[in-house]
């Protein structure tokens, strides 16, 4: 004789069984998800003694989450703490980001992008633009853009990213 506890005990068996097996079944619907290499890509860093840097980044991820990834100190950003109203930025087909703040508002994370990359990032928003305006003629190229403000697409893929001098900062 099986006790209620036995019987309760081997109802869940069978349940979990069950749901194994459906969540193996239901494995092909995931398989058509993209897979961790079919989102990244690779980056090529250039600073600014000339030495390359290649890292592998996440589409959807912007020039300064690669470099905080990678623990390089190439890039930083001091405007993600800074109040002001909810805006969002579409990372992926997949992923919308909800941020908090004014958007950019430093200039340290400077990059120069050659002109065939130029051509695949979207153009800079007027936020970034007034960034850009703030920095001094002998640094400013007509290919400067803020990393902050560029986010990894695929046709990013083997793209180099020139990172010039950066200024003083006192960033931790």
Same mark, same amino acid.
């Given at each position: 004789? /099986? *006790?209620?506890?036995?019987?309760? @005990?081997?109802?869940?068996?069978?349940?979990?069984?069950?749901?194994?097996?459906?969540?193996?079944?239901?494995?092909?619907?995931?398989? *058509?998800? &993209?897979? =961790?290499?079919?989102? @990244? %890509?690779?980056?090529?860093?250039?600073?600014?003694?000339?030495?390359?840097? &290649?890292?592998?980044?996440?589409?959807?991820?912007? /020039?300064? $989450?690669?470099?905080?990834?990678?623990?390089?100190?190439?890039?930083?950003?001091?405007?993600?703490?800074? #109040?002001?109203?909810?805006?969002? =930025?579409?990372?992926?087909?997949?992923?919308?980001? +909800?941020?908090? #703040?004014? +958007?950019?508002?430093? @200039?340290?994370?400077?990059?120069?992008?050659?002109?065939?990359?130029?051509?695949?990032?979207?153009?800079?928003?007027?936020?970034?633009?007034?960034?850009?305006?703030?920095?001094? $003629?002998?640094?400013?190229? *007509?290919?400067?853009?803020?990393?902050?403000? %560029?986010?990894?697409?695929?046709?990013? $893929? #083997?793209?180099?990213?020139?990172?010039?001098?950066?200024?003083?900062? $006192?960033?931790?």
């Amino acid at each position: 004789m /099986l *006790t209620n506890i036995a019987r309760a @005990s081997l109802r869940q068996t069978k349940l979990l069984r069950t749901f194994t097996r459906s969540a193996a079944a239901q494995n092909v619907v995931f398989q *058509t998800d &993209p897979s =961790v290499e079919d989102e @990244s %890509i690779t980056i090529t860093f250039i600073d600014y003694l000339g030495q390359r840097h &290649p890292v592998k980044g996440r589409v959807g991820q912007t /020039l300064v $989450d690669v470099c905080r990834m990678h623990e390089m100190d190439l890039l930083e950003d001091d405007s993600f703490s800074q #109040g002001g109203s909810v805006h969002h =930025v579409i990372r992926s087909d997949r992923w919308v980001e +909800d941020l908090f #703040g004014e +958007d950019v508002q430093s @200039s340290l994370s400077h990059v120069i992008v050659p002109d065939v990359t130029l051509n695949i990032i979207p153009e800079a928003k007027h936020t970034e633009v007034s960034v850009l305006a703030s920095l001094d $003629d002998d640094v400013r190229t *007509t290919n400067s853009r803020i990393g902050a403000c %560029i986010t990894l697409s695929q046709e990013m $893929d #083997g793209c180099e990213i020139f990172v010039p001098d950066p200024p003083p900062s $006192d960033l931790p």
